[in-house]
């Protein structure tokens, strides 16, 4: 299994964007072989910005396997449903000229929890919207993600459904969305730090599923909270789900990341890299 890092590690959206390109020369100088670039983090969507992106990791050796993008799919209106499609088509555009095989996809949540803050207090489990349920918000999810499948197909960019908090907090529900797209365009990404029960069982259920898995650590504490995750533990599971696909890592400690990013590093190809 090879081994990236998130830009997200060194930004938190707390503080200045991390420019990518400091994230690149930090990656190689580490040992890491790939990069996944945050879509948020980055400083434009211009052509030359891009290029010069694509062609600094070639200069330093390292792939970019994946690009995390935000949108959301839990909404009433076909209207807002239809904004986060054309977001998620450019985006899949964005990754195909960077050369990136993958994005990041959210199923999205109700938003009846304001604050991500809160949310993350309750794990990521927020009441529908009234008048709504879940089922609804399922139909939505599979509607909206089978309508980004052409593009991602032409595009060669597969769309990687994450655990990621909101209504994909419940693996079901999560399987349930990618079995009912029905599209080997769409596979999972398995985060192993957003499971709100046992991560070993979680990631179990989803490792036969998975193209790639983002690694959390926690150095410092934890942004949100934190979690002891035993590595070696994690690989052998993967391994005997037959995943052999990226392994990118996720700072989400406060410690500075120039620090913590190294350690991370070791654990991870302690673990994986054998």
Known sequence: MRIAVSTYSYWHFKTEKYPIEKVIE???????????????????????????????????????????????????EKEERQKNIAHTERCIAIASQLGIPAIRLNSGRWKT?????DLMKVKGNEPPLSGYSGDDAFAWCVESIQKCIPAAAAAGVTLCLENHWGLTTSIDMLL????????????????????????YEGISQLAPHAAIVQAKTYYGGGEWYT???????????????????????????KENPETAVPKSFDVLKKAFGA
Request: proline share 6%; charged share 20%; glycine share 10%.
């Open 113 to 117: 929890i304001k604050s991500f803050d």
């Open 227 to 253: 979690l002891d995750l035993d590595y070696k533990r994690i690989a052998g599971i993967l391994r005997n789900a037959g995943f052999r696909g990226w392994v990118s890592l996720e700072m989400e400690g």
């Open 26 to 76: 930090n990656a190689a100088a580490i040992g890491f072989d790939g990069v996944e670039i945050l879509h948020r983090q980055m400083a434009e969507e211009g052509p030359a910005y891009l290029n010069n992106l694509k062609q600094l990791a070639f200069r330093h050796g390292l792939a970019l396997p994946m690009l995390s993008i935000h949108q959301d799919f839990v909404a009433p």
């Open 176 to 199: 349930r969305i990618w079995r009912a797209v029905d599209s080997p365009w769409l596979r999972i990404n398995a985060d192993t730090g957003n499971f709100p029960g046992d991560p």
